[in-house]
């Protein structure tokens, strides 16, 4: 079993819908949980990051976690074609400090 | 949070030889990162750079194919060692600004070709 499970897509989201993200880790001592966004060719950017139970919002974006499901998720409002991008999952184990990625999902936002 | 950039931004090699990239960071951080990127794949973690000392590495990842060194806390060198054509990946440093807790934030990358 992976680590972090992301469904790979690619997840299809009209102009103006809502984009849902999901994501599931193994370790139940996980502390930290990121979303990055990587364009084609680029670096991953850091968009979300949220440490406890319930929702974070950041202007289009939201984060919401349930550490009892070990499940964390990425909302995208108002979907832009400029979302268009892999979403990676990224979870901070609680050994060592390091980050493990899932897969990544991609997003492809249709005018 | 820090700026991070990397050098070079992308080469050709032949195998067999090496190559060496550099991750400056604007501001002192604690943490510093290596991770592999390989077409169409998702981030994997090389090591962890530790200032002053050895690197950190993680499983299939050994110091004589990636040696790193970190002598300070805003800089980094990751050697990619006698090069095969499956060493053909995007590298990438990230830093952390205070502890392994935070968000680590990365540089452009280094996107590598072995011919």
């Known amino acids: 079993q992976k680590e972090v499970e992301q469904n790979s897509g690619p997840l299809s989201v009209p102009e103006g819908a809502i984009a849902s993200l999901n994501c599931t880790y193994s370790?139940?001592?996980?502390?930290?949980f990121f979303w990055y966004r990587q364009y084609s060719g680029k670096s991953p950017e850091l968009i979300m990051f949220?440490?406890?139970?319930g929702d974070k919002e950041d202007g289009r974006f939201t984060a919401q976690l349930n550490k009892a499901s070990q499940y964390v998720s990425l909302l995208i409002r108002d979907s832009q074609p400029s979302d268009s991008a892999t979403y990676l999952c990224?979870?901070?184990?609680?050994?060592?400090?390091?980050?493990?990625f899932g897969g990544g999902t991609r997003v492809l936002v249709k005018p | 949070s820090a700026v991070i950039s990397q050098k070079p931004s992308r080469d050709i090699c032949q195998r067999g030889t090496s190559l060496t990239i550099q991750c400056q960071v604007d501001s002192q951080v604690t943490m510093m990162f290596w991770y592999r990127q390989q077409p169409g794949q998702s981030l994997t973690l090389i090591a962890t750079a530790n200032q002053g000392s050895e690197a950190t590495y993680e499983s299939g990842f050994v110091i004589d194919k990636f040696p790193i060194s970190r002598p300070n806390l805003t800089f980094s060198t990751l050697t990619v060692s006698n090069m095969s054509p499956e060493d053909s990946s995007i590298y990438l440093c990230?830093?952390?600004?205070?502890?392994?807790?935070?968000?680590?934030?990365f540089g452009d990358g280094t996107r590598l070709s072995i011919l």
């Open positions: 370790d139940q001592g996980s502390q930290s």
């Open positions: 990224a979870v901070l184990v609680a050994a060592g400090n390091k980050l493990t």
């Open positions: 949220i440490y406890s139970n």
């Open positions: 990230s830093a952390a600004d205070r502890n392994g807790n935070q968000p680590q934030h």
